[in-house]
């Protein structure tokens, strides 16, 4: 028997997912954590809550089904991108971690994005979310630490480094640092000499499906496990969906409505287009590459609306029924935490604009929705430019269990939206079959297959008229509020 682990670092919490060799799953547990903001815009965690939380994870694991658990063969892992964990000499954290979504570091972002090099050897836009401004940052702010900086690794590379001693990390969440050269999958000296490092300071780039460590003798003897057990390299926490979904051919897509809002679609070949605001990153397999639309606030921008109310987000999701509301005059711009496609910009707000007497909180719930959808639109219509024709997405994330939102997307998107059925189909599971890849040398495309999908929503012809108009007034508005 062969059984293979799955760890997820998400922002709030650690998943592990326990599967078989034919990908039933076996155990699963989640630890949560919790993010630090010192100041506004400032995201922050503690390298060593994310140690606790997937011991405690396994450890679950280990009580549900301790013999199951000792036949693991091979560990995939996935987590947050973009975050900057900093190692002295000694591999200790020089201080908390810069999270993805924090946004202090706008202002090096802009200076590393105005030195041509980066976006023509990463193929992107520097945003404020990466890694390398936020180094940058260290740099003109906390200079003796700066100083001390031996290593720089990304969140699930350094529970990399507590499972197997190795400092390793994949070509896809390498992708999100603004150092590698991502048309190559390289490491770039030029775009890290830029920021006061050198390639001695990064891990050592694997493929997301081959080999990257093996689980250390001490911690094998923890989960009462006799045999080696292989590391994989990994994905960040999109490409690992992207591997839980089976995205893996030319131009197939899912949509993932979580805290943040993502429009992701399998390339095989690098196709940059920066100035569209899209990332064009590795994937987590060899010769592939993936393009991906991003907004900061998805079901982020109904749990804020959850919060002032004082009112669940399913509570107001079910005040709308089981069919979307159609657009009316208000117009809901989901930039709560800024915006990076297809603005790019760290400062921009959210609004409402058009309220009457007639709205109420059902009214102000659907624009949000609606606000949510025109974003992804955005997205869409990015990835059009860029050289990618979606015609269809699979749905996941927490957002996605309300078929009133799915079929708001899709007669916003004009395109079908397809729901799997039941399953956990995400990062964890995607961590998983990548080990499962490099542990047992298996064919990706053997693995990495879609779902079943349970149902589609197909986009609503009648509506279609009603839905671009309110769209071409969520594109107005925009530009109109930033010129003012």
């Known amino acids: 028997m062969s059984n293979i682990l799955g760890l997820d670092l998400g922002t709030s919490s650690v998943k592990a997912l326990l599967i078989d060799a034919n990908q039933g799953v076996l155990a699963s547990a989640t630890t949560t954590l ?6 506004e815009g400032w995201s922050e965690q503690n390298p060593a809550d994310w140690i606790a939380a997937a011991r405690d994870a396994i450890d679950q694991i280990k009580g549900q089904s301790p013999s ?35 946004t202090r570091s706008h202002l090096e972002a802009a200076m590393l994005d105005a030195l041509p090099a980066f976006r023509r050897l990463t ?83 694997v493929e997301g499906s081959a080999p990257g460590g093996e689980l ?69 397999l060899e010769d592939t590459w993936h393009q991906m639309g991003v907004i900061l606030s998805a079901t982020d921008a109904l749990n804020w609306f959850s919060r002032v109310l004082g009112v669940e987000a399913a509570a107001l999701t079910s005040e709308l029924g089981d069919h979307p509301t159609l657009p009316t005059g208000m117009t809901f711009l989901p930039y709560l935490s800024g915006e990076r496609t297809p603005h790019n910009e760290a400062r921009a707000m959210g609004t409402f604009t058009g309220l009457s007497h007639r ?35 699979i749905a996941v994330g927490g957002g996605s269990q309300s078929r009133t939102w799915l079929q708001t997307i899709a007669n916003a998107l004009q395109i079908p939206v397809d729901c799997p059925a039941g399953g956990d189909f995400g990062a964890a599971l995607g961590a998983a079959r990548l080990g499962l890849v490099a ?45 003012t």
């Open 34 to 39: 919790q993010v630090t903001r010192l100041r």
């Open 68 to 102: 199951a658990l000792s036949a693991v063969t091979g560990i995939g892992l996935s987590g947050q991108m973009h975050g900057a964990t900093l190692l002295d000499k000694h591999d200790e954290p020089l201080r908390a971690a810069i999270l993805w979504n924090d």
């Open 123 to 205: 193929g992107n836009i520097v945003f404020p979310g990466f890694t390398a401004p936020k180094l940058q940052w260290c740099r003109a702010n906390e200079p003796s630490l700066f100083d001390s900086v031996q290593t720089v690794l990304l969140p699930k590379d350094y529970l990399r480094l507590w499972l197997s001693g190795d400092k390793i990390t994949d070509l896809s969440d390498a992708s999100g640092t603004g150092w590698l050269e991502v048309g190559k999958r390289r490491w770039s000296g030029e775009l890290l000499a830029a920021t006061g490092l050198g390639t001695e300071a990064m891990p050592r780039l």
């Open 216 to 284: 250390r003798r001490e911690l094998r003897q923890r989960w009462g496990i006799k045999q080696p057990v292989c590391i994989a390299g990994g994905a960040g926490d999109n490409a690992a969906t992207a591997c839980g979904l089976g995205v893996v051919d030319d131009a197939s897509a899912f949509l993932s409505l979580g805290t943040s809002g993502v429009l992701f679609a399998a390339t095989r070949s690098f196709r940059p287009a920066p100035t569209s605001a899209v990332h064009c990153f590795c994937h987590a």
């Open 359 to 393: 709205d109420d909180r059902r009214s102000m719930t659907a624009a949000i929705l609606i606000g949510v959808a025109f974003a992804l639109r955005d997205s869409l219509l990015a990835l059009d430019a860029a050289g990618t024709k979606v015609e269809r997405v």
């Open 439 to 483: 542990a047992h040398g298996l064919s990706p495309q053997t693995v990495l297959t879609p779902p079943v999908i349970d149902r589609v929503l197909e986009p609503d012809p009648a509506v279609k008229a009603h839905f671009d108009d309110a769209y071409s007034r969520y594109r107005r508005l925009y530009p109109a509020i930033t010129a």
